[in-house]
């Protein structure tokens, strides 16, 4: 069925043509607004709205499902809340010089490939392109500040996004989901929000910009190709879960600076092969490190870093732990010869009680230079029997029980060298 609208008409009511089976109808110059879910489930297939339009109100044409292609009027200056959502169909928009586009404006147009936003756009909500599972690439306004909660999120098929120099916040889950993304320009950004790049599968690289303090949770949780990450020299905060399962990031360089790792921050990233924490840590979060079946090198800056329990359970191939050669003398420590992996001192009876499941050896001529040898009551060799295999390895310097008891107390197997 056609409608003709007659000349003379201003404004089409909403809900006025809502659910009606409409191929195509005819709208007259001079008509200036379309009211809200005027056409929402309608059968329209294409239709040709007047330059003197200038309002279109919500859900105006949402799940038109047969809707192929619209021309937006020159005259119009912002897409309201959902006008297009669930026109599956949708393959071709042209926008005129637009201000804003609201929430949830084209999401669920599962049938468009690319979307060009005009330069005049100052604000895009949050959701606007929310599932639009064919869109391909997409062309930010150089004029944009900030991306919204979820603009992008479950766009599968987005492989890239120019990012205007301009912006300085990501929102939270702005690019989630966005399977096919290989890179990402992160200009000169203030915030990144969390979840903005959760399972983003395709990623490979992200160089955090200078002025980001704080990677929020699950930022970048299951990038799973990601294999460069940069950290600028100003990052405090790495919160919980920010790149979990990023299975294939096999080195992270943290900077100078980093006060805090949060609860599973890395878990799960299987690839990793050695850390150094900063003198500025002073806390690793609950599994923090869990999983990282490969990581064999861990090196502590600072000694009084608060390790929570399971910072670093399981990792069942770790080899070696060092700290710095200046706190030997306050930790009591001393040197074992450099034939076996992991070196640790027992400082105390109770400190050795808390190892119950481990085997000890009291050596009689491993005291450090200076360092009287009754006050070196226990040591222990620990490890994997790979790690005992192995041989050679460098003399490694000693940490407090404290924090290696919370390191290796789930260590797979313990060896009594007596034997």
Not at 212 to 223: D, L, P, Q, S, V
Request: aromatic residues 8%.
């Amino acid at each position: 069925m056609n409608i003709y609208i007659e000349d003379g008409v201003t404004e089409i009511e909403g809900w006025e043509y809502q659910y009606v089976d409409v191929e195509s109808i005819d709208l007259p110059d001079g008509l200036t607004d379309i009211g809200m879910h005027a056409f929402e489930d309608s059968s329209l297939t294409s239709i040709v709205i007047p330059d003197t339009v200038t309002y279109i109100g919500s859900h105006a044409f949402s799940n038109c499902s047969y809707l192929k292609s619209v021309r937006l009027p020159t005259g119009l200056r912002d897409i309201a809340l959902g006008t297009f959502s669930g026109c599956t169909e949708l393959r071709d928009v042209k926008m005129p010089e637009l201000l804003d586009i609201e929430a949830y404006a084209f999401s669920g147009c599962e049938s468009l490939e690319s979307i060009t936003i005009p330069n005049s756009v100052v604000s895009i909500s949050g959701d606007a392109f929310h599932g639009c599972v064919s869109l391909m690439a997409a062309r930010l306004p150089d004029g944009l500040r900030q991306i919204r909660s979820s603009v992008f999120f479950g766009c599968h098929s987005l492989v890239s996004v120019h990012i205007p120099n301009e912006l300085t916040h990501i929102g939270n889950g702005a690019f989630e989901e966005c399977h096919a993304l290989t890179e990402i320009f992160l200009p000169n950004l203030v915030t990144i929000g969390a979840r903005a790049f959760r399972n983003c599968r395709s990623l490979l690289s992200v160089h955090i910009p200078t002025k980001i303090t704080t990677i929020e949770n699950n930022a970048f949780f299951g990038c799973h190709s990601l294999t460069d990450v940069r950290f600028p020299d100003g990052l405090t905060i790495i919160e919980n879960n920010a790149f979990a399962g990023c299975r294939s990031l096999a080195s992270i360089q943290f900077p100078d600076g980093l006060t805090t790792i949060g609860n599973n921050a890395f878990s799960g990233c299987h690839s990793l092969r050695a850390v150094r924490f900063p003198d500025s840590l002073t806390i690793i979060g609950e599994g923090a490190f869990a999983g990282c079946t490969n990581l064999t090198s861990i090196e502590f800056g600072n000694v009084q870093v608060n390790i929570t329990e399971t910072a670093f359970r399981p990792c069942p191939n770790v080899l070696c732990v060092m700290a710095p050669t200046s706190d030997l003398a306050t930790l009591g420590a001393a040197r074992m010869e450099p034939t076996f992996s992991l070196q640790v001192v027992v400082t105390s009876e109770s400190a050795r009680r808390r190892f119950y499941d481990l085997q000890f050896w009291t050596p009689d001529t491993h005291a450090a230079s200076g360092t009287a040898k009754d006050t070196v009551n226990t040591m222990m060799l620990c490890g994997t029997r790979s790690a005992l295999r192995s041989g050679a390895i460098n003399p490694l310097y000693l940490l407090p029980v404290e924090m290696l008891f919370m390191i290796f107390r789930y260590l797979p197997r313990t060896y009594d060298l007596r034997v």
